[in-house]
């Protein structure tokens, strides 16, 4: 079935640093994907989504790029600041609409 | 942007009560909502999805009886966890599809209920 795999938080940078969550996916087609983040005691907000293979989602300086040859969707941010520190989810579409959502990364920016 | 909310974000009750969970769509309409449970460093798992106006469709393992929805408005769905007990606590969480045209595929996440049952 269908099912996404993250890096295992949680990942401790300092600001200013360049940011990698890896996401890689299992899947029958090709399903949009996204990003979701959590902040601390918020629900989750979605982040950016790609649609269809070799899109590039952004959004607030984060990038992620659906890769069908890999299975990817690899965040990345080339400078982090304190205020992304947050829970960060990635995840497909299901063939109910739902969300299949890997079990998250925690990103710690210190000052 | 589109507000989900959920009520209570917190409670805490015996074992053997029943806890319901509401979760509103503020400023937008929702014909589907779905509900989701997580685990401790675990994944958001879907229990369940909620159509407006018709009975809801649960995942393999959910338990029906347990967890009953009802998503009786396009603004309000509610999930009921019956005779609880020590190993339902857990984060329940909602979210809400907008049902306009266009619009379908984002879904607005509420902020979770966390549920301790004693």
């Known amino acids: 079935g269908n099912s996404v795999t993250q890096m295992e938080g949680p990942v401790t940078l300092s600001e200013e640093a360049f940011l990698t969550i890896n996401c890689t996916y299992t899947?029958?087609?090709?399903?949009?994907l996204f990003w979701y983040v959590q902040y601390p005691g918020e629900g989750l907000q979605l982040l950016l989504k790609?649609?269809?293979?070799?899109d590039k989602g952004s959004n607030k300086g984060f990038e992620a790029t659906y890769r069908k040859e890999t299975t990817s969707f690899h965040l990345e941010k080339g400078s982090v600041q304190v205020s992304d520190s947050a829970v960060y989810f990635c995840?497909?579409?299901?063939?109910?609409?739902?969300?299949?959502f890997g079990k998250g990364t925690k990103l710690s920016v210190k000052p | 942007g589109a507000v989900v909310s959920q009520h209570p974000s917190r409670v805490i009750c015996k074992s053997g009560t029943s806890v319901k969970i509401e979760c509103r769509s503020l400023?937008?309409?929702?014909?589907?909502m779905f509900w989701y449970r997580q685990f401790p460093k675990q994944s958001l798992m879907l229990m369940a999805t909620?159509?407006?106006?018709?009975?809801?469709?649960?995942e393999q393992g959910v338990e029906k009886d347990k967890f009953l929805i009802n998503h009786a408005s396009l603004t309000l769905s509610t999930l009921t966890v019956t005779s609880a007990h020590p190993e339902d606590s857990s984060f329940y969480i909602c979210?809400?599809?907008?049902?306009?045209?266009?619009?379908?595929?984002?879904?607005?996440f509420g902020p979770g209920t966390r549920l301790l049952v004693l």
């Open positions: 400023d937008f309409q929702a014909t589907t």
């Open positions: 979210s809400a599809r907008e049902a306009r045209q266009g619009r379908s595929e984002t879904q607005y």
């Open positions: 995840a497909l579409k299901g063939s109910q609409g739902n969300l299949i």
């Open positions: 899947a029958t087609g090709y399903p949009s």
């Open positions: 909620s159509n407006e106006g018709s009975k809801a469709t649960y």
């Open positions: 790609a649609t269809k293979a070799d």
